[in-house]
């Protein structure tokens, strides 16, 4: 079955750039996200991208999809504070597959 | 827009009791999601209704949790009789249209003692 993989803490300086990795199994996946979950809140989406796509840039984000490897990376430039999240990664294919979630990956900025 | 909608917030049984949740999607959604989110862990997808029907359940545990969605709005999902496993947020989310961004509700915290 699908299987999406990230590492669950990354610790950056607030003005660095954040980079968190993801890897997935689904060759067949379609689109690939990432999702940002606040304490207490549900899931917000940030961004996505079709699985054509070499990279994908929106505002501080920055998304990189090797598709060969199966690797998906979100950068952050200028992390602040407020980027201070549970980041998820996840994947869905075209043929009916539902939303895989990684485990997600706590990001601390210290000021 | 008013975004997803669930009740309660929290809520504390113990094994054996029965609990529901309650879920009001983003008006005119016609996709609608329930999933349970056990800490440190993502999002598992417990079921999926397209209006009122049901598109995928087969991660639910049937013989404990059960779900409708009836007139395609708002959901419910039930357990019974809980276990201590089945503590986690359940967090419900709708979509316009089934390959579209979700928008996920607060969710619910349930914890089983």
């Known amino acids: 079955g699908e299987d999406v993989e990230q590492s669950l803490f990354l610790s950056v300086r607030e003005g660095d750039s954040s980079v968190i990795n993801c890897t997935y199994t689904d060759s067949s996946s379609t689109y690939l996200y990432w999702y940002k979950q606040e304490p207490g809140a549900g899931l917000q989406l940030l961004t996505y991208i079709f699985s054509n796509m070499d990279m994908k840039q929106d505002q501080r984000l920055t998304v990189l999809l090797n598709k060969k490897d199966k690797h998906l990376s979100l950068r952050i430039a200028d992390t602040q504070t407020g980027d201070s999240a549970i980041y998820f990664c996840a994947e869905k294919g075209n043929y009916g597959q539902n939303f895989v979630f990684g485990p997600g990956t706590r990001l601390s900025v210290l000021p | 827009e008013a975004g997803v909608a669930q009740s309660p917030r929290y809520k504390i049984i113990e094994k054996r009791q029965s609990v529901a949740f309650w879920c009001n999607p983003i008006?005119?959604?016609?996709?609608l999601y329930w999933y349970q989110q056990i800490l440190g862990q993502g999002p598992k997808l417990l079921i999926q209704f397209q209006n009122n029907g049901v598109v995928d359940d087969s991660q639910l545990p049937k013989d404990r949790f059960s779900a409708e969605r009836l007139k395609g709005v708002d959901s419910t999902l039930k357990i019974q009789p809980a276990k201590l496993e089945d503590s986690a947020v359940y967090l419900c989310?709708?979509?316009?249209?089934?390959?579209?961004?979700?928008?996920f509700g607060p969710g619910t915290r349930l914890t089983v003692l």
């Open positions: 989310a709708s979509s316009p249209v089934v390959l579209h961004e979700q928008f």
């Open positions: 008006s005119g959604h016609a996709t």
